[in-house]
């Protein structure tokens, strides 16, 4: 839900224009009327053109992303490869002060693997999903709310299903920050179109994940275990939005999200 006061503060040459009808709308209770806001925001520009759309996810990429957890009160940095064609993704987790990284790898086929790696403290778990990576159009049908600045650049922002709120830059079409409904916030410090993650290290779940043990610790930390779920739950919920445009049942929607 997006406050009006957010609608001033965007570019007065490409902000959306409301009927003063709508404006009325706010004066209901819940968020009907701000729902009918951002629906009218969705269809039409300051030009009367037709409001963008977002750029589809390149097929391969790498992104550089500064992740500030507030609903753990963490940050993190994390690697993104997006590997499309060849049905797979990484995400290589670095904790503040942790000294081991965490790989989240990712199938096409459901699987994924959350693994250390190392001499030290090796843990292992493999997940199955309903659906596989993250599609490169998981984006299509998403709202239009205008524009707005993040992270000191002029961006297009749109949301989808009270889950994601994506900011892109006007300029370049690069993803600037992507913010979820829980609180998770990720900001693109490098966005690198095409590029490939060669090291097969990093896509090989190593032999201890397939012998039953789960690696040298048989029992991740509970910090450890927290940061898999977690993940494991966003790849779940990203996954399903793109290819059903919807979310499983039990979706808690983000409420009074401030642009």
Not at 53 to 73: C, D, I, K, M, V
Not at 129 to 143: A, Q, Y
Request: proline share 6%; hydrophobic share 35%.
């Amino acid at each position: 839900v997006v406050p009006l006061s957010s609608y001033r503060t965007m570019s007065n040459r490409r902000t959306p224009k409301l009927p003063l009808i709508l404006l009325l709308f706010t004066c209901l209770p819940d968020n009907r009327g701000m729902a009918a806001v951002a629906a009218a925001a969705a269809t039409a520009t300051a030009d009367g053109e037709q409001a963008p759309t977002p750029a589809r996810w390149p097929e391969q990429f790498h992104a550089l992303l500064y992740t500030n957890l507030s609903n753990f009160g963490k940050i993190r940095v994390d690697d993104l490869w997006y590997d499309w064609p060849n049905g797979r993704s990484v995400l290589i987790v670095q904790q503040q002060l942790w000294e081991e990284l965490l790989y989240d790898v990712e199938w096409d086929n459901g699987t994924s693997f959350y693994y250390t790696l190392g001499s030290g403290n090796r843990t292992c778990r493999q997940m199955r999903f309903p659906v596989g990576i993250v599609r490169p159009d998981f984006l299509e049908g998403s709202t239009y709310l205008g524009r707005t600045r993040a992270d000191g650049f002029l961006c297009h922002l749109w949301q989808k299903a009270d889950f994601i709120w994506y900011y892109q830059d006007v300029a370049t079409g690069r993803p600037v920050r992507w913010d979820f409904y829980d609180g998770i916030s990720m900001h693109v410090m490098r966005f690198e179109v095409g590029a490939v993650l060669a090291d097969p290290r990093c896509w090989q779940a190593p032999a201890y994940c397939f012998d039953g043990d789960g690696g040298d610790n048989r029992s991740s930390s509970g910090r450890r275990e927290a940061e898999e779920g977690g993940l494991a739950e966003l790849h779940r919920r990203l996954s399903l939005l793109g290819r059903h445009g919807e979310l499983p049942d039990g979706h808690t929607p983000h409420s009074g999200h401030v642009i």
